[in-house]
C-alpha cells in the first residue's frame, strides 16, 4: 500500500465561505426565471414510497438532515407520514456531468432550509471546507453514490421547493412546482439533475486553462458537455492561455487561437504573463497546466526555466489561499519544484513506463479510491474492479508519500533498484502541505500521462486553431478521460479528510 494510506485522521472544521448563483430550472420558482432546459418539474409522482427507504439504500449516496430541531424554514412543511399506510416524502434521482452522460459521485444535494440566505458566487480561490453549515441550513440533503443516485429524506411539502446540485463551485438549482407528501417525488428522466452545461443553467467555476503541445485538455471539458460558447475570452467560464510546445525533428505546436469564425480568430493571452501575475491566477478557481511537451524549468534538455522566479510561487501562493490547480506531466515542476509540494513524492525524470497502453492499477485503500474503483466499472472505463487502460504513461516520481494520495499506478516487471517498478500517474494533495486539518484550503492533482491518448480525431501537437483541433463531431469521453472526470470533479469539490466517507451538506 503507498502512502496514501496514511490519509489524515480527523474531518476538518474550518469555516468555508459558501457561494451560489440560484438558477432555477421548472416553474413557479421563487428565485427567478426558469431556464430554457428540457428539464421541467411538475408535480412530484404518484409511485409510492420507494424502495430504498429513509437515508438511502443499495446504490444511494449518504442520507441526512439538518440534525437540529425545526423551528422555521422548509423544514416545517415536512409531513409525519407514520401509520399513513405510505412511505416518506422523499425525492430522489441521478446527477450526471454536463453532457448527461456519466453519473458522478460525491455530489451535494439538498433542499435549503431558507433559499434566500444562500449566498452567491465570487470568483477566485477560497477556502471550501466540506462538512461546514449550510447558511439557514438545510431541510434535507445527501450525497451521491458511485452510481450518481441519491435519495432525499423529510422532503418538505408544497410548492416551488428547491434543490440544490452542486460540487465545489459546480451548482445547478432545480425548482419542484408542487412536492406530494408521503411518496416518493422522482425527476421525469435519470438524466434531469445534470450540472449546469452554461451559464444560464447554472453556476460555473472560472477555469483557466494553459494549453500545450504535448496534450489538448483544451478539447476534454467539449466532450465533458461544456458549452462552446463557454470559452469566450471574455464572457466564458473557461479561458484558453497560449502554451508552448517543443521544436527539433518533430515539433509539438499547441493551440495558441480561435479559428477565425470564432471569437474572431482572437490570439489566447500568453501562459507566462499569466502565472507570472498572481492578480491574474487570483480571478480563477481552477487553473489546469496542459501538458507542453517540455519542463521548461532549465534542467537538462528541458528548455530554459520559466517557471521558478514568478510562476512556481505563484502557483504555490495560489492554492494555498484554496486555489485548485491541476498539471500534467512536464508540468511536474510546479511540484517537484515547490519546497511544500515537493515533499509528497520523490521525483525523477525517469524512462517512459512498457508498454503503451499499460495496465494500471486503482490504489483503493481509502473511500473515495474505492468509489473510483467502482465508479470506472459503472461507467465502462474498467473491465473489471482495480484495472485503468493508461494510455502514454509517464514517469517522473517513484513514490508518493503522506499527505500526498496516489490514486493510480503502473506495476512495472523493471527492478525495483532502478525506482522504476512502481510508476505513480494520479497524485493528489491538500494544501497548504502539511498544515492541520482545521488549516487546509486548497487541493492539487497531478497526472502523470496525456489525456489525451487514446481520444480519435484530437489532433494535439499540430498547432491547430480552436476548436478545429479537438475530434469532431464532440463525441464520448475516452477511458481515460473518464478517469480524468472522476478526479477532476474530485478538485473541484469541498476539501476533506478522505479517510472517511464524504458527508452530506448541513
Not at 440560484?22 to 409510492?48: E, I, K, R, T, Y
Not at 441521478?94 to 433542499?111: F, H, R, S
Not at 484495472?387 to 504513461?393: A, D, E, K, Q
Not at 496516489?406 to 493528489?428: G, L, M, Q, R
Amino acid at each position: 500500500m503507498q502512502a496514501n494510506k496514511l490519509v489524515k485522521a480527523s474531518l476538518m472544521k474550518a469555516g468555508v465561505a459558501m457561494t451560489a448563483l440560484l438558477v432555477s430550472v421548472g416553474f413557479g420558482s421563487a428565485q427567478g426565471c426558469g431556464s430554457s432546459d428540457d428539464s421541467s418539474f411538475p408535480n412530484g409522482s404518484n409511485d409510492g414510497g420507494g424502495a430504498n427507504g429513509e437515508g438511502g439504500g443499495p446504490g444511494f449516496g449518504g442520507g441526512g438532515d439538518g440534525g437540529e430541531a425545526c423551528t422555521a424554514g422548509l423544514c416545517t412543511q415536512a409531513v409525519d407520514c407514520s401509520g399513513q399506510g405510505t412511505g416518506d416524502t422523499t425525492i430522489s434521482g441521478i446527477v450526471t456531468d454536463p453532457a448527461g452522460k456519466n453519473p458522478l459521485y460525491n455530489i451535494q444535494v439538498y433542499i435549503p432550509n431558507v433559499p434566500a440566505s444562500v449566498p452567491s458566487y465570487t470568483d477566485g480561490p477560497s477556502c471550501d471546507v466540506c462538512g461546514t453549515s449550510i447558511p439557514g441550513g438545510v431541510a434535507s440533503s445527501a450525497v451521491t453514490g458511485i452510481d450518481g443516485s441519491f435519495k432525499l429524506t423529510k422532503v418538505p411539502v408544497g410548492a416551488n421547493i428547491p434543490v440544490i446540485v452542486q460540487v465545489g463551485k459546480w451548482r445547478r438549482t432545480y425548482t419542484f412546482a408542487n412536492i406530494n407528501k408521503c411518496v416518493d417525488n422522482a425527476a421525469p428522466s435519470n438524466d434531469v439533475y445534470r450540472l449546469p452545461k452554461n451559464q444560464s443553467e447554472g453556476h460555473i467555476p472560472h477555469i483557466a486553462l494553459t494549453t500545450g503541445g504535448a496534450d489538448s485538455m483544451e478539447c476534454f471539458f467539449r466532450r465533458m458537455g461544456i458549452d462552446d460558447a463557454e470559452f469566450a475570452p471574455t464572457t466564458g467560464r473557461i479561458r484558453l492561455y497560449a502554451g508552448k510546445g517543443t521544436g527539433g525533428g518533430n515539433p509539438q505546436n499547441p493551440t495558441i487561437k480561435f479559428d477565425p469564425a470564432v471569437n474572431g480568430g482572437a490570439a489566447f493571452p500568453d501562459s507566462r504573463a499569466f502565472w507570472n501575475d498572481i492578480t491574474q491566477m487570483n480571478a480563477y478557481d481552477i487553473v489546469v497546466y496542459s501538458c507542453e511537451g517540455q519542463a521548461y524549468d532549465g534542467t537538462p534538455n528541458n528548455g530554459p526555466d520559466d517557471k521558478t522566479a514568478h510562476g512556481i510561487p505563484n502557483t504555490a501562493d495560489f492554492l494555498n489561499r484554496g486555489g485548485k490547480v491541476f498539471a500534467s506531466h512536464w508540468h511536474r515542476g510546479f511540484f517537484s519544484l515547490d519546497p511544500k509540494l515537493s515533499t509528497i513524492a520523490t521525483w525523477d525524470d525517469l524512462d517512459n513506463p512498457t508498454p503503451d497502453p499499460s495496465t494500471g492499477t486503482i490504489d483503493d485503500g481509502f473511500p473515495k479510491g474505492a468509489a473510483f474503483r467502482d465508479w470506472l466499472v459503472k461507467v465502462g472505463a474498467s473491465p473489471t474492479a482495480d484495472v485503468l487502460s493508461i494510455g502514454n504513461p509517464r514517469q517522473n516520481s517513484y513514490k508518493v508519500v503522506a499527505p500526498g494520495t496516489e490514486w493510480a499506478y503502473i506495476k512495472t516487471s523493471k527492478s525495483a533498484s532502478s525506482h522504476e517498478d512502481h510508476v505513480p500517474e494520479f497524485t493528489t494533495v491538500d494544501t497548504p502541505v502539511g498544515a492541520a486539518d482545521t488549516a487546509l484550503c486548497g487541493k492539487a492533482a497531478f497526472s502523470d500521462l496525456h489525456v489525451s491518448s487514446g481520444v480519435g480525431g484530437d489532433h494535439a501537437g499540430s498547432g491547430d486553431t480552436w476548436p478545429t483541433i479537438c475530434a469532431s463531431p464532440v463525441g464520448d469521453l475516452s477511458a481515460q478521460e473518464k478517469a480524468l472526470e472522476f478526479l477532476f470533479f474530485d478538485l473541484s469539490a469541498c476539501v476533506q479528510n478522505d479517510s472517511v466517507a464524504p458527508p452530506p451538506p448541513r
